[in-house]
């Protein structure tokens, strides 16, 4: 079955320090995934995704993700994080064992906490 | 446009009682997801319409139902409710439900069972 691991639950950083957040996933094949950040008390938002193409892709806010089929990873980094970036993060993939889709395979997320 | 829109934001219930929630999808998407959030079990999905019809289905016992109208507006019941059931529960919708399709996810109703 697909599977999500998300490596850290917590990553407490200063605020204007880059930031990493780990992501490995299991498919052996094809793969769309995404980055979700969910503030307090609110839903999901959309940062960026992979269906394919580039590996390199890049959010309007300033962070990029790495899809990279041989470590089965897809790390989300940010060279500069502010404090409104404090939340909780999301790497979720589609679940292809459906036909139709419509089912994200969600990884226990990572808090990351930015610090003045 | 404007999002995905859910009500209530939040419910008390108590034991044994059943609960109906509310999601309206952003206009011209057919899917509907439901998902489970929990500080234990993170997010689980429940299940996914698309057109009025359940496609898929998560491992939840069978008190967790849905349904989806004409319009696309979904609903999820929770029959005899338990205590384990308090969870902000969060429904997305996209286009189609393809795989390549991004889901857009709605506030979440938090529902407290005592």
């Known amino acids: 079955a697909q599977s999500v691991t998300q490596l850290d639950s917590q990553v407490p950083v200063f605020e204007e320090a880059p930031v990493e957040l780990r992501c490995n996933y299991s498919?052996?094949?094809?793969?769309?995934l995404f980055w979700y950040v969910q503030y307090p008390n609110q839903g999901l938002q959309l940062l960026l995704k992979?269906?394919?193409?580039?590996?390199l892709v890049e959010s309007i806010n300033g962070f990029e993700a790495e899809f990279n089929k041989s470590q089965t990873s897809f790390h989300l980094r940010k060279p500069s994080v502010h404090i409104s970036d404090t939340a909780e993060y999301y790497c979720?993939?589609?679940?292809?064992?459906?036909?139709?889709?419509?089912?994200?395979?969600f990884g226990q997320g990572t808090e990351l906490s930015v610090k003045p | 446009k404007a999002g995905v829109t859910q009500t209530p934001r939040y419910l008390i219930k108590t034991r044994g009682q059943q609960v109906t929630l509310s999601c309206s999808p952003i206009?011209?998407?057919?899917?509907v997801s439901w998902y489970q959030q929990t500080p234990g079990q993170g997010l689980q999905f429940l299940f996914e319409?698309?057109?009025?019809?359940?496609?898929n289905k998560g491992n939840f016992p069978g008190r967790f139902s849905g349904r989806q109208f004409s319009n696309s507006r979904s609903e999820m019941n929770v029959s005899t409710l338990e205590l384990g059931d308090s969870a902000l529960y969060l429904c997305?919708?996209?286009?189609?439900?393809?795989?390549?399709?991004?889901?857009?996810f709605g506030p979440g109703t938090r529902l407290t069972v005592l």
């Open positions: 992979y269906l394919s193409g580039s590996t």
């Open positions: 319409y698309f057109s009025e019809t359940q496609r």
């Open positions: 997305a919708s996209s286009f189609s439900g393809a795989f390549t399709d991004t889901q857009y």
């Open positions: 979720p993939e589609s679940d292809l064992h459906y036909n139709q889709g419509g089912k994200l395979i």
């Open positions: 498919s052996s094949v094809s793969v769309y």
């Open positions: 206009s011209g998407h057919r899917s």
